[in-house]
């Protein structure tokens, strides 16, 4: 199966490589289908990016791991494909899993999907989820794959949707926090413990106190300037006005008391309010940033992406360097991404006339004088009325309307634009809103209806190299 995928990349990479909306500044599949970051970490100076791959179906299809590796965030390396479904433990899917560093050695935690013959619904009956591991060795290649907890390690209550495993050290304990969902269809965490990184036993469960969603993915906990953090992916969460306008949702509470106490839970923070977030995973690098990647994509939208026809979907967010803030998490790309900025000019823009932007790669801050209405390459349009900050892909989005943000005040808005993406992030980090965006490509320019001051910059592209 390994060979088969990495000859079908090899097969197709130039065909896919020359449609226009592949983007410049940002990690996208080879060929094929993209989801979930997966094993980030940072070792030896290298930064090891992973991500849910499916090269032989744009559409989706059985996932393995595809990997990119970094020095620098300008040069990639594109890994050959090592992580496919080929286990008896992970037979239907090497899905989402993460990274831990421990005494020199990156140990990786994943859920081995395996679907068991016989009449089942696959939710309740039928699924194996078992959390597998395996390390890194020191040629850059992965160690054999061993199965540490199976469907019988999970208490009764659970349905078979448990998985995404992702590891910390509290006190000199391991815990790992897995995604699950009940049989009674509330979503939550199980909490497992190990003294050794091998053997982990039951320990508890974090949940909302009311009922929130019916599962939870991709579960994240971490520790943020000296404030927990537990990120997670809640589905079924019903819309709330402007809250949670996407099928799936992506948000953090914080948490109080330690892993050995019951933890309790703040009320749950949207983290990205556009079309276009999933299953974000965070990595602390070797300089104690907390940098945290997400998917550029959700699961069954009702809004599509015009490259799969061209044999690609989704792509990764630009990876975001997270502080807190009053009481707030705030994200923003990384220094290593304002540096491929290039040309800076400050503009002071009147009203109504156009600033022609030469590309659609570019970095613009904009210094807005409440309230504002911007239209933004091809006819999306960028608005806030004073209390609700309002994007609108038009046309370009292809079946993506409308989503807001409830914000009291701006005072300057980012807008990372790529080729067929825009990543915004008001008031330096305090909410983002990130989205796929299709349009020609032949104006890129930034219209607004009342004078503002605008800082814009070209942004230059990653270079992507093939390794052995
Ligand atoms: C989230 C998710 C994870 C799972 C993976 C499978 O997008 O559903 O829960 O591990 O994708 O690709």
Aim: net charge negative; charged share 25%; with cysteine.
């Amino acid at each position: 199966m390994k060979s088969i995928w990495n000859q079908f990349e090899q097969d197709h990479q130039e065909m896919v490589a020359a449609d226009p909306w592949r983007l410049n500044y940002h990690l996208m599949p080879p060929v094929g289908w993209l989801n979930d970051p997966n094993g980030l970490c940072q070792y030896n100076g290298i930064t090891h990016i992973f991500y849910q791959y499916s090269p032989l179906d744009a559409y989706g299809g059985k996932k393995g791991w595809g990997h990119y590796t970094t020095k620098d965030w300008k040069t990639f390396c594109q890994c050959p494909i090592e992580l496919v479904p080929d286990h008896d433990i992970d037979k239907d899917g090497v899905y989402s899993g993460s990274a831990f560093i421990k005494d020199g050695t990156v140990h990786f935690f994943y859920t081995g999907n395996i679907k068991f013959e016989g009449d089942h619904d696959y939710v309740y009956s039928g699924r194996g989820h078992y959390v597998n591991t395996f390390k890194l060795l020191q040629d850059g290649s992965v160690s054999s794959r061993k199965n540490v907890l199976k469907n019988e390690d999970y208490p009764d209550d659970l349905s078979c949707h448990v998985r995404d495993p992702k590891v910390f050290e509290e006190d000199g304990i391991y815990y790992m926090v897995l995604g699950a969902r009940t049989k009674e269809d509330i979503g939550q965490i199980l909490i497992y413990r190990s003294d050794n990184l091998e053997d982990w036993s039951f320990h508890g469960r974090i949940q909302s106190d009311k009922p929130f969603g019916y599962m939870w993915e991709c579960p994240d906990l971490f520790k943020l300037e000296g404030q927990k953090v537990l990120v997670t992916c809640p589905q079924g969460v019903k819309q709330d006005g402007y809250r949670f306008e996407n099928v799936y949702q992506n948000g953090y509470f914080f948490v109080e008391g330690s892993m050995e106490e019951n933890v309790r839970l703040s009320k749950f923070i949207e983290f990205d309010h556009g079309f276009d977030f999933y299953a974000p995973q965070t990595y602390e690098d070797e300089n104690g940033r907390r940098i945290l990647i997400g998917w550029m994509g959700l699961p069954d939208t009702d809004y599509i992406n015009p490259t799969a026809e061209k044999g690609w979907q989704h792509a990764l967010t630009l990876p975001r360097q997270l502080t807190l803030k009053n009481k707030k998490m705030m994200q923003f790309p990384i220094q290593e991404v304002l540096d491929l900025a290039y040309d800076q000019q400050s503009v002071e823009l009147a009203a109504h006339v156009p600033l022609e932007m030469e590309s659609s790669c570019f970095h613009a801050t904009l210094y807005p004088k409440e309230p504002f209405s911007i239209q933004l390459r091809e006819g999306a349009t960028l608005s806030y009325d004073g209390n609700v900050l309002a994007f609108m892909p038009g046309k370009s989005g292809y079946g993506r309307d409308a989503r807001h943000i409830e914000i009291e005040a701006i005072h300057c808005v980012d807008i990372f634009s790529d080729t067929s993406s825009v990543e915004i992030f008001v008031n330096d980090g305090e909410f983002a809103l990130t989205s796929r965006i299709y349009d020609t490509m032949k104006m890129n320019s930034i219209v607004s209806n009342s004078a503002m001051k605008l800082i814009v910059r070209k942004m230059k592209g990653y270079h992507i190299e093939k390794g052995e």
